[in-house]
C-alpha cells in the first residue's frame, strides 16, 4: 500500500482526464496526501480500468464520470454536484503532435472547448483553485537554453502546442476577475511508470511517445524504431528533449495546490523538467544500459512539429514549490521497461484464456532506484 504524506491543505479535488497517463498518477500522489479525487474522463483516449491500478495502489476507488467536457450541461451536472471541490486539475486534451499538424480543428475544439468548458465551472461554483496541464510546446524552438519561465513564447511549431499556448493566455487573461486562481504547468517529456507497476502509460494504437515505442520494440512488438531526424543541429544530429519521470510531475501538482493556497498571485507558471537535455540516440543508450536489451533501429526524417532542442529550467519550481526531481533518466526507463514487460504478459495470458486485459497481472519486480 502506498505511503501516505498529508497535505497541508487537503480537500476535494476534480481531475479532468483522471484516467489517463498523467491524471492516473496524479490522482495517486493526491490521495497519499489526503485529497479525496473525482474523475471526468470520457474515456475516448484512456482506458477506465486505470482506475483500478489506482485502487491497488491506494486501497482507494475513485469515482469516474464518463463525461465529455465540451457538453457544458453535462459538464455541469458533474460540477453542480462537486461544488464543494477546492481544486480541479485540468488534465483532459489531445496531445499527438503530428495529428494535431494533420487535424488542427480537431485539437482547437477539443482541447479549447473543454478548457473553456472547465473555466466556466470553476467561476460559477466559485471553485478557489485551478491547476492547467501545459507543455513546453509553449516556447517553440527556442533560441537559448536552457528554456524558463521567463522565455517568452515561440512561433507555435504544431497546433496542439498553438492550444497549449492559446489556454495559458485564456487563464492569464481571466486572473484577477476570477474568483479562482491559477497554475500552468509546462511539462517536458513526461515517461517512465510508477515504480509499483500498478499504472504506467498505456498507448492507443502505435505509440507516439517516444519511449514506449522504445520499450515496444524491445520487446519485438514494433520491429523496426525509427529515429525521427538525424540532421538536427545537435551533438548527434538528433533531436535533444528533457525527460522526466512521470511521478516526480504528479508529485509536483500537490505541491502547487498548496503553492495557491498560500500565494496571491492569480495566474503563475511553473517548468517542470528534469533540466538536462538529452538527444533521442543518448535515450536509446541510457535504456540499453538500464535494462541490457539492445534496440533494433534506424535514422528518417524529421517530425512534422518537432523543434531541434528544449530543455527546462527548473529553479523557480525549486525555489516557489519546493520541488525538484527524484527519479534520473535511467529510473525513467527501467520503469518504462517493466511497466511495458509486465501489460505485454498480462495480454499475452489474458489473450490465451481468452479475455480482455483489465491489467489484473502477477508483480513484476522493478528496477528502480529513487535518486
Known sequence: MLERKLSSVPGKVIVTGGCGYIGSHTIVELLAAGFEVVSIDSNVRSDPSILRGVERLTGERVPNYPVDLRDSFAADEVFSAHRDAGAVIHFAAFKTVPESVAFPERYFQNNLGSLLSVMRAVEQYRIPRLIFSSSCSVYGSPECLP???????????????????????????????????????????????????????????????????????????????????????????????????????????????????????????????????????????????????????????????????????????????????????????????????????????????GKHSDMRVAQVTPAFQET
Open 147 to 353: 528554456v524558463t519561465e521567463e522565455t517568452a513564447f515561440g512561433e507555435a511549431q504544431s497546433p496542439y502546442a498553438r492550444t497549449k499556448q492559446i489556454g495559458e493566455m485564456m487563464l492569464r487573461d481571466c486572473a484577477g476577475s476570477s474568483p479562482t486562481r491559477f497554475v500552468s504547468l509546462r511539462y517536458f517529456n513526461p515517461a517512465g511508470a510508477h515504480p509499483s507497476l500498478e499504472i504506467g502509460e498505456v498507448p492507443f494504437g502505435r505509440p507516439e511517445n517516444l519511449v514506449p515505442a522504445i520499450a515496444q520494440n524491445a520487446l519485438g512488438l514494433l520491429p523496426e524504431l525509427v529515429v525521427r531526424g538525424a540532421d538536427y543541429p545537435t551533438r548527434d544530429g538528433s533531436c535533444v528533449r528533457d525527460y522526466i519521470h512521470v511521478s516526480d510531475i504528479a508529485r509536483a501538482h500537490v505541491q502547487a495546490l498548496e503553492y495557491l493556497d498560500r500565494s496571491v498571485a492569480w495566474h503563475e507558471v511553473f517548468n517542470l523538467g528534469l533540466g538536462d537535455g538529452v538527444t533521442v540516440l543518448e535515450l536509446l543508450q541510457a535504456f540499453e544500459q538500464a535494462t541490457g536489451v539492445k534496440l533494433r533501429f534506424r535514422l528518417g526524417p524529421r517530425r512534422p512539429g518537432d523543434v531541434s532542442a528544449v530543455y527546462a529550467g527548473r529553479d523557480k519550481a525549486k525555489r516557489l514549490l519546493g520541488w525538484q526531481p527524484r527519479f534520473s533518466i535511467e529510473d525513467v526507463m527501467r520503469t518504462a521497461w517493466n511497466w511495458e514487460l509486465k501489460r505485454t504478459q498480462a495480454e499475452t495470458n489474458l489473450a490465451r484464456a
